[in-house]
């Protein structure tokens, strides 16, 4: 493994992006940086600018005002940049499937190309944490 | 001395790679102890290196609108400006003698160019809040930098009107540190609190403010270009530590087990600076002036005053 990518999987900067999600999930992220869960200890931190990041977390089914938006959020971003779903509704659009604002035909991966799906509603703290080590593995394995 | 000799001063000790490993090193200890105070673990300690690495190999992205050139060579300002200081302090620590008349003065002007690169770089990015960022850093400067001017007249008048480091240094090293002195302590906590805004550290971080201007003047800034800020501001944290350490506590005495009694000293101007940083909230920028031309001015005018009179 290459320095490059050894020093992008330990120091990850994960911006979080709310596509009118119910906060759930939003949450259960914050629950991970708690002195409970501390993912600062793999190097994580959340960060407040899109130029900053290497990890966009996608939270909420992505509707029609946010389409656009992932997507210019997703051009602004410096390569490489990882793309976490988290909670179901960007992995599958969960209750919110035939809600009338929602885009039939586009779930987050066909908008931008998504690297890990974390399911769950909301997902716990572990299950984010452990699809972030999937996230890991996966980049150090492939390129 | 040859042209060599001076170019490894400054590339490698005690210039830009010393202070630069010094530097990631404090900075992994702020996070450790801000990590502790908290009830947190808190990173490993290669973990600012790892940052630093990991910003240099991405991709670095230059705004619409923005001043190419300006955006790319305002980091670079502030790097040159605290490796010219880190090497200048580094050298009179080792050697009192090395010094020139007026570099006390040349080391104040010099501090001031990080922040100068800050005020650039967010001005050329072309963003609102980037120019936000930008103009509360230049009010953040126009306020402190009168208080740490009055701090720092305490230890010259205290050694007799010198205005060489070296000269401070050995005054002290023959009369016991400034500090000492009721005067010195009343220029040492005004000049702390300068050394917090210079740093950009939690109470005066209004120019950064990730919560509510999401990174203030860096916000444009990516990959390479950021990490050289990142490295900037990691070598000021050891730089005006010890700037400090040299002007009030009588500098780091490399001799034997001074060296660790040296070391203490600085790792106890950083444990101050990071428990400030920990136990405040952010100040608002009007807040942040008054507070600055307000007491602190007043408790290092009082220094001055204390220290003419001779206490």
Known sequence: MDLKKRALTKSLWAFHMSTASCNNCDIEILDCLTPRHDIERFGIVLIGSIRHADVLLVTGVVNRNCRDIVKKLYDQAPKPCLVVAVGTCPAGRGIFHNSYNVVEAEP??????????????????EAIIDGIVKLIDKCSKSR | MNIAARLLQFIVFPGFLFTAAAGLFLCWLDRKITARIQYRIGPPWHQPLTDIVKLLGKET??????????????????????????????????????????????????????ALSVILGGFSSNNPLASIGSSRE?????????????????????????????????????????????????????????????????????AEAETEIVGGALIEYSGPPLAVFKLTKAMLLFTLPLFLTILFLGGIILNGTAILWGVLKLAALLVVIVLIRNTNPRLRIDQALRFFWGPVTILAILGVILALFGY
């Open chain 1, 108 to 125: 987050l991966d066909k908008i931008i190309p998504v690297d890990a799906y974390i399911p769950g509603c909301p997902p716990k703290p």
């Open chain 2, 61 to 114: 992205m230059i705004p619409a609108g923005a001043s190419k050139a300006t955006f790319l060579t305002a980091p670079l300002i502030g790097l040159a400006g605290v490796t010219l200081v880190s090497t200048l302090l580094g050298l009179t620590d080792f050697d009192p003698k090395v010094g020139f008349v007026g570099d006390i003065i040349v080391v104040l002007y010099l501090l001031t160019l990080p």
């Open chain 2, 138 to 206: 230049m009010k953040l400067v126009l306020s402190y930098e009168l208080p740490f001017i009055l701090a720092l007249l305490v230890p010259i008048i205290k050694s007799g009107g010198l205005l060489t480091i070296g000269g401070i240094l050995n005054y002290q090293l023959a009369e016991g540190a400034i500090l000492n002195s009721v005067s010195g302590s009343f220029a040492l906590v005004a000049a702390i609190l300068c050394v917090q805004a210079k740093l950009g550290l939690v109470p005066f971080d209004l």
